[in-house]
């Protein structure tokens, strides 16, 4: 009888957990990459005197955690009530802000090795999620940018429908 993984593949269910496309996608590396900065940066302000900081970070690896499993399980196209592109996009911005914040005050307030170190390692995280936001609002601007070229007939079939009373 053959073990599982004896192949050198991994078993079927952490090949469903992870899938490969999105592992090998820019997408997937940027939330894994979030991921990782994020719990590396919580890890740094519990074992400092910064710990006031500790929620943001845990908040964003729970946001990148979640993310990267809803696109692994393909959640985004199952449920279309939420538009994905928009939410990941408020989130990286959000994110990219509140690590540039906090890691200039830990780094310039506090003296301790941890929170210099969570401070740099916030630094890192701002840029990555600078990154994600950037890549993730020019895909915004293209499915916009299509958006508005396929509705003129429909707008004005709607238009022309409307019981309002703006005339």
Known sequence: ME?????GEPPAGLRSLLPRELLCSRKGQLLLAEAVLSFIIFICYIASSASAFMMAPLLEFLLALFLFFAYASKL?????GLYWPLTDFLRCVTAAVIYFAISIAAVSKYSDG???AAGVFGFIA?????????ITFNDLVT???QGSSESPERRKSEDENSDSDSD
């Open 76 to 80: 985004n196209e199952k449920f279309k």
């Open 143 to 145: 499915f916009l940018k």
């Open 114 to 116: 941890a929170s210099k």
């Open 3 to 7: 073990e599982p993984g004896a192949d």
């Open 126 to 134: 701002t840029i990555v999620y600078a990154i994600d936001f950037y």
